[in-house]
C-alpha cells in the first residue's frame, strides 16, 4: 500500500521535472535554443502544426536561430506566426530562411526573466 502511493508520487514528480524543464528551455534567455520555437503553431494545409514539423530549426551562432521551412510555401506562415508569438523577436526573411537574432539580456530583460521563471514555477 505505502510502496504504491511512493511510486505514484514518483512518477508524478518525475513529470512534473520534466514539465517544469521543457517549460523553461523554451524561455528566451539570451542565447538561441531551438527549443524557445517548441511552442509556435504554424497554419499549415488547414491545421494548426509545431513549427519544428514544418521546417528544421538549428543555431547556427550563439545568438541566431535559423528556420528552413521544407515548403517555401510555409515561409510567410512561420514568420507571422512567430510575429503573433510572445517571443518578442522581429524574423528576418531572405526568401528562403527565417532567421532570429536574440538580443542580449539586459538588465530590464533579466528582471523580466526572472518574473517568468517565477510564473512558469508556480504553474507547475
Given at each position: ?35 524557445m520555437l517548441d ?86
Open positions: 500500500m505505502v510502496k504504491d502511493i511512493i511510486s505514484k508520487s514518483e512518477e508524478k514528480m518525475k513529470k512534473s521535472i520534466s514539465v517544469l524543464k521543457t517549460d523553461l528551455a523554451s524561455l528566451k534567455a539570451g542565447r538561441a535554443n531551438p527549443t511552442r509556435i503553431e504554424v497554419e499549415y494545409y488547414g491545421s494548426m502544426v509545431p513549427v519544428n514539423q514544418v521546417a528544421n530549426i538549428s543555431a547556427p551562432e550563439p545568438r541566431v536561430l535559423m528556420i528552413t521551412p521544407w515548403e517555401k510555401s510555409s515561409l510567410k506562415a512561420i514568420e507571422k506566426s512567430i510575429l503573433k508569438s510572445d517571443l518578442g523577436i522581429n524574423p528576418s526573411n531572405d526568401g528562403t530562411v527565417i532567421r532570429l537574432v536574440i538580443p542580449e539580456l539586459t538588465e530590464e530583460t533579466r528582471k523580466n526573466l526572472v518574473k517568468n521563471v517565477k510564473k512558469v514555477r508556480r504553474r507547475n
